[in-house]
Structure formats: C-alpha cells, structure tokens
C-alpha cells in the first residue's frame, strides 16, 4: 500500500513541477499535525533530503507549553530526518492586533502572518516551490464551506493544486490514508487541539456537518468531488475569457488606479463584467469584502443610464465619466469600523451586507436599502451611517433625549442590536435615525433638522 501511495504522491509532484522535480529547491510548511509530518516524510523518500527546507510557524495563539511545543517537535523530527528547518516565533498578541487593526478574524489574520513569512522564506532560501499540506477531506471540507457560504461560483473549483510557487502534492490524499501511513510507521505526530473548537467555521463543517452527511447522505462525497472538477473546468475557461477581456475593454492599471472602456465594459456577458470588477477589487488589495448585491447593481445601472456617477464601497470607488470606468482605492475617505461609513455625497454605499443608495433631491436626501426608503429635508453632506455606540441618545416627541440602548431594550431588538442603521447628523453630531425598518423594526425620524 505505502510503495502505491508514494507512487501517487511522486506522481502528482511530478506535474506540478515537471522537469524540475528532481533539481528545483523545495520548501515544506510543517505544523507538526499528521498532513504536514506525512508530507514531509513522503518527500524526504522521494527527493534529495538536500533539496528539502522546512518551515515551521508558531504562531504564539494557544497556550506557551502548546505551541511551543508543536515547533520544537517539528524542529527534532527534521534532526532526525536530516532535513534543514526554520523556526519563525510570531510575537504573542501579534496577530490579534491585526484583527483589530485591520477588521479581520483570526484565522483570516494568522493565515496573512503565516504566508508573509513563508514569502520571506522562500527569498531568503531561494526556493523553486513551497510544498503544503492540504489533503482530499480538506477539499471536501472548502467546497463545502464556500457553497454555503454563497461564494463565487467559480470557488466550488475548491483548493488548486499549483499557485504560483505553492504547491499542494498530497491533495488527491485521503486523512485516513494519511493517518493509516503514520501509524503502520509509528510515526508520531501532534494534534491540534483547537481542531474540534466549533466556534471556527471549518470546524463545524468538519466535526458537525460532515458526520452527519456521513450517516444520512454516504454519497455526498461523490457529488461534491464531481462538482469541484465541472467548476474546475468551468474556473480554466474563465481565466482565458477574462484575458482576452481585459485587452478588450483597454484596460490599464497604474497608481492605486484602474480604468477601462465604458461601453466595451457595457458589450461583454454579466459573467464576465462580475469577473473584472471582482479582479479590479482585488488587484486593488481592498481588505473588504464587496456583496454581489454592490456588484450586480453596479453593472445594472450603469447599462440603464451612462451618465456620471459614483459607486462607493468601504475603500474603494467606482467613477462613470467620459466614458470611461475608473476604479480607485481609497478615493472616498470614508473611515469604517466594522458599520460605520460617513457619506459625502450621492452614490451606492456597500457597508458590510447593506448597500445604501443616497440621492438628493433639491433639499431633500433620499436614502434606498433593500427596497427600503427614508427621507430627510435639510440633512445635508456629509452624514454617517453606523451602528449604535455607547451613549447614543435620540430626541423623543417632547424634545427630551432617550438612550438608544433602552429603545433598543423596549423594541426586544436582541442579535440586531448591531446591525440596525443609524443616521448621524455631522453637522450637529446628533442621531437623527434608527432606521429599523431595515432588520423588521419600528423607525426613529427625527424630522425637525434646523
């Protein structure tokens, strides 16, 4: 069984690197869990053991004898193994500060650490390729994750084999064909113990989902391993179409700035609009995620009526002028924390899963939400749409001012507390809006302005 496996693995490494396979420098990212110590076993018996460079993050989030530990078990085995490996020790509280900085889970954030410092490996080791450790449940596990997540279509194509320089040999490898070899072999290995801590999203996937699809639906796998190829297929052809679009709309990025032809934009299939604004949003490094709301609303005005206007998301714009499409990171400085987005002028507003449309009409501003509407005369430029903060107070009838928190607590607002709109007057710094409407709730207007 092993010699067949290794004959899979050696295999699958092979296509990825070609002719390189057996002279390129390899990088290995070990955590010390069973994948990675599987791979990077595999590798030590299929590759020069010269060629071979381990990197072991520790990524100081769970307790010191832990983490630690899993680094220095990695940094024994690769004595044992002969193997060169690197021990980077990110500074503990590291990672939640970026959370916080930067608006970010933690897995999201630990995820960007991690491969800041691989990338930095694989310069300093001058290194053909980095080798990690995902397997065919992990597969499983994303497509899954991504359908229900409602991602982009094209993503159920799940993990790829070959990024640029990462590469991913055991991805056609079961876990229990993983641990079946390190046990035979009595190899031993570390376990996570955060891996069954179901407040991570994957987690419930892996430990609540996945069993009971197991029981009730044994097929499952099939089906999702069959739609992960068809996407896979669909995910290639796009890739090509999209070039050959983007040479077709003129399309020119330079300075934080992105702009392309109007009305070429306006001649390709909504598939392949959706496409490049999601490729302008990301080679514009914008950290928020867009809604397909923001994004299909986008290119349904602009088809309707191609006079100027402007498209605003949390750091990002999107200008219609002179025919032409102009897609700009931080244009707008409109500074969100999680649900806070100060609003300067007319324009479609993305703040997390809301997207506000504001006009003007004479002195009257108009705000639109999920088919919503509220008006406000005299509010004028700029205003806030945010989230209830400590010590929100609001006029009542009688001009007296109550807390939002005990309006909140008679209107048994409960989970949506944070997510019902308020309306900021910038010019007063006053609220003068909780919008409830939106989440089911009662409306708060205060319409005296002056």
């Not at 990002?316 to 806070?340: P, R, V, W």
Request: include cysteine.
């Amino acid at each position: 069984m092993n010699e067949d496996l290794l004959l899979r693995i050696k295999n699958d490494l092979y296509s990825l690197a070609g002719e390189k396979t057996f002279s390129a420098r390899f990088g290995v990212a070990v955590s010390g869990g069973a994948d990675s110590i599987f791979l990077l076993t595999v590798l030590s018996e299929i590759l020069d053991k010269s060629s071979i460079f381990v990197i072991t993050v520790n990524h100081n989030l769970r307790p010191e004898n832990e983490t630690s530990g899993d680094a220095l078990f990695v940094q024994n085995y690769c004595r044992k193994l002969n193997v060169y490996c690197k021990r980077v020790d990110i500074q503990r509280g590291e990672i939640k500060n970026i959370c916080k900085e930067e608006k970010m889970g933690l897995e999201a954030a630990a995820r960007k650490v991690r491969y800041k410092a691989f990338e930095k490996f694989m310069d300093e080791m001058n290194l053909d390729y980095l080798c990690l450790a995902h397997n065919k449940n992990d597969q499983g596990e994303t497509v899954l994750m991504r359908f229900l997540q409602g991602a982009n279509p094209l993503s159920l194509a799940g993990i790829q084999k070959k990024r640029e320089k990462y590469i991913r040999p055991i991805l056609n490898v079961s876990r229990k064909e993983i641990e079946d070899f390190l046990n035979e072999r009595k190899i031993e290995y570390r376990t996570d113990l955060t891996n069954f801590d179901t407040a991570y999203y994957r987690n419930r996937i892996r430990n609540n989902l996945i069993p009971y699809l197991n029981k009730d639906f044994p097929e499952w796998a099939q089906g999702v391993f069959s739609l992960r190829e068809k996407m896979e297929i669909d995910r290639l052809y796009f890739e090509k179409e999209l070039e050959k679009s983007l040479f077709q709309i003129k399309w020119n990025f330079e300075n934080n700035k992105i702009q392309c032809a109007l009305e070429d934009f306006l001649s390709l299939d909504f598939a392949l609009q959706y496409r490049i604004v999601m490729k302008a949003i990301k080679d514009l490094s914008c950290k928020e995620r867009v809604s397909f709301s923001f994004i299909k609303n986008f290119c349904e005005s602009i088809h309707s009526d191609k006079t100027n206007k402007k498209f605003f998301a949390s750091d990002f714009t999107i200008c219609i002028s002179q025919n032409l499409i102009c897609f700009e990171k931080k244009i707008i400085k409109a500074t969100e924390t999680g649900f806070f987005v100060t609003i300067n002028s007319e324009g479609f507003y993305s703040v997390q899963d809301y997207l506000f449309e504001v006009k003007k009409f004479e002195n009257q501003i108009k705000i639109f939400c999920d088919e919503k509407q509220i008006d406000f005369a005299n509010l004028e430029f700029p205003f806030v749409i945010r989230t209830k903060q400590a010590g929100d107070e609001i006029e009542d009838s009688s001009k007296h001012l109550k807390a939002l928190s005990k309006i909140f607590d008679d209107w048994k607002v409960g989970e949506y507390k944070n997510q019902i709109p308020i309306i900021e007057n910038c010019r007063t710094s006053t609220v003068v809006c909780i919008w409830g409407e939106v989440c089911g709730f009662k409306n708060w207007v205060l319409r005296d302005l002056k």
